[in-house]
């Protein structure tokens, strides 16, 4: 009878959250929901006796208090927050209850601590499996073809590099001068100054006014545009190319780099392509140099992305037909999405045209010099618009990554101290599958291996899930700037 009550005071609960972002003062509001939280905890501390559940009900709370504080931000966006932290409240109540039912029902008191051990160890052992499986199929299908046809010089299309530029210094002029050396015939440059503070920026860029480079000079963007999208758009509108390239000033090109890209784009017909550069960092790859990248390359390339129509996209640098573009229209159609590339490469896929994420390898030869600061600001940048702004999103994999990445590590110095030899070895073989995953994510970031860092692995994990909860935080409660710009409220309210 008691479980039965729990269950529907729990569910009481979550009407009431509703029933609070609509009508209810603010602070009476907050001070209601978490004497009801902690009261139901206590509760559930009480007649639950598994440890593991009273864990997992702790923790979702903590994100269930979060999502009622976020929905009354003081804002001109009041209505959208709720309606947001609306379906977040029932998503996580829906979980709540889930674990609620099984706790009660004494589902989870048969088993011991080190079955719950072995079971988690499995699980884990299983995902790592398939991560290793699936990561290196698909670092395999980025290569391109290695003989492209050689197209001559009258046939090639001619090729729009599009450089939005803010607050730029000596990165920008090494991007120009490597682009400069391009032996490709039809090229055109342009580079946007998007209202830099200083005037340093267009300075550089007249200086290359010699060698043929354009440069445009930005607008204010309106408040319904993101200032990267709103840049991307002014410099497509002023494009002539038949492909249009767009790319940051962190990258540089070798002489033959854009001719290899456009012979590789022709002979396979593709509507676009996009490119994993080589970090060049190398020369100080240090502790804290990987420990964001590999892992933001796990996003795009350990789940089958292309099965789910949802391909892996970077935007370092990407290549798309001019055409194409416009038919989907242009950047006013992504005027607040983060990775609008990754609007543009799913709508190719859909429409049954040829996409493709490639390597770079020799005879590419592009290479990115982004400083693991640099790294760092762009994954919590983009982070938590990648899961959709869903709170309820970020606590499953909060969860998910702590199960599979971190936990076999802690159950085997648990294994240690216990004595516990299945647990143990099991545990020992979970991290190396671990270790192995991590080495592939590595030599595709670096270009090379690099031994003495593979146990790195657990630091970057905890760095992830500390990047993915930080990218919600700034998003939801303070400020995430991008060139010195608060991108909080155009990516939040993208619809």
Known sequence: MLTSYLIIFISLLSLYEILILLFINKRLAILSELVLVLYLSILIAIYSSSILFIILFIYLNIYRILNILRGFKNNEYKKLIRTSVIKSSLRLNI????????SFNNIGQSFSIRSIFE?????????????NLTTPKNIKKSKHIHKPI??????LPTVSVLIPARNE??????????LLLSD?????IIVLDDCSVSKHTSEIIKNYAHAGVRFLAGNVPSND????????????????????????????????TIRSLVEIFKTENYSMLSVIPKNNYTKNVNFSTLLYQPLRYAFELTIPRYYLSRPPIL?????????????LGGFKAVKRKVTPESFFSRQILLSKKKYKLIKSDLSINLQSFKTSSEQKETAIRTYYPKLHRRLDLVSLITLFEFVVFIMPSLIFIYSILTSNLMTLYLSFFDILLLILYYHQLIRLTFDKTIIKYRLIVLFAVLIDIYIYNSSMIKYEFGSVYWKERNICIPVLYNH
């Open 315 to 327: 935007s370092t640098l990407w290549l798309i037909k001019h055409e194409t573009i416009d038919k």
């Open 95 to 102: 979980l709540i209850l889930l674990i609620s039912f099984i």
């Open 119 to 131: 079971a988690l160890i499995f699980f884990s052992i299983f995902v790592i499996i398939i991560f």
């Open 225 to 256: 545009w993101l200032a990267k999208n709103y840049a991307y758009q002014q410099l497509l509108d002023q494009s002539n190319g038949d492909l249009v390239l767009f790319c940051g000033v962190d990258v540089r090109f070798s002489s033959h």
């Open 150 to 155: 050689h197209y001559f010089d009258r046939d």
């Open 169 to 178: 210094t000596v990165d920008l002029e090494e991007c120009l001068s490597s």
């Open 184 to 188: 490709y015939p039809k090229l055109e």
